[in-house]
């Protein structure tokens, strides 16, 4: 058996709203196995970055267990949760979320030197040489092109080979071209890394692309053909 990377089991979340409750995730049960690819699919509001930072631990659900890389998030607290996020989650948004004030390499180390790995700096070098960028060592993020600033992010991301890599619509802000390139390094290194990847997506020529792909509806996670 494939060891089990994240695992959700009755993941409910809901959320205080003027007009009551709202209920955003209604019961996921999931598992997402070693080095599995999986596209999630499913219309805007329907849950999906919300299932994300639940699988992050950036999100409490209000009910249901949740294991990262066979560590119950429930028991942990704020500290074993962040290393445990340090360790083996690597997460990309579709805005970047890159530090304003560090240049690209120094975004790249925060992650190694958190870790207290050594030789950070040549690390993250080698890492962003990976993604392209050996000629923006030292550009902050400001004088970078969208696409290169999401080839930080995802350098920064996958720099410590985490078991578990969580994508929120990384392509969402470039063209195209920029796009496909974001998502060819991403699959790329997702498998070099020996790691699971969750892309979100609403494209769904990208989910294809995928092993396997889920769909999202109304707070409930379905396996599609
Ligand atoms: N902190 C919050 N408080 C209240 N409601 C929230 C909160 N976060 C999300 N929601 C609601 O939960 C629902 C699901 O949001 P979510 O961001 O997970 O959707 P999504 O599938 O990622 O959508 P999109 O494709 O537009 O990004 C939405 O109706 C949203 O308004
Ligand atoms: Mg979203």
């Known amino acids: 058996m494939p060891e089990t990377t994240l695992e959700m089991q009755g993941v409910r979340v809901d959320f205080a709203a003027p007009q009551g409750r709202i209920e955003v995730l209604k019961g996921i049960d999931f598992q997402a196995y070693s080095k599995e690819r999986i596209g999630i699919v499913g219309s805007s509001g329907a849950g999906k970055t919300t299932f994300m930072m639940v699988a992050a631990g950036l999100e409490q659900p ?91 992010a995802l350098a920064r991301a996958v720099v410590r080979a985490p078991k578990l890599l969580l994508a929120d619509e990384p392509t969402g802000n470039l063209d195209e071209e920029n796009g496909a390139m974001i998502i060819d390094t991403l699959f790329a290194l997702s498998e070099e890394k020996g790691t699971t990847l969750l892309l979100i997506t609403h494209d769904h020529a990208i989910a294809e692309r995928c092993g396997r792909r889920v769909l999202m509806r109304d707070g409930v996670l379905q396996d599609m053909a």
């Open 62 to 152: 209000s009910s249901g267990s949740v294991q990262v890389a066979g560590q119950s998030l429930s028991r942990l607290d704020e500290r074993a949760m962040t290393r445990l996020r340090s360790d083996h989650i690597g997460i990309v948004f579709q805005s970047f979320h890159l530090i304003a004030s560090m240049t690209a390499l120094e975004n790249v180390m925060i992650p190694l030197e958190f870790a207290g790995i050594s030789n950070a700096d040549i690390k993250a070098r080698d890492m962003l040489a990976e993604v392209g960028l050996q000629h923006r060592f030292d550009h902050y993020p400001s004088q970078l092109s969208g696409g290169e600033q999401q080839r930080v």
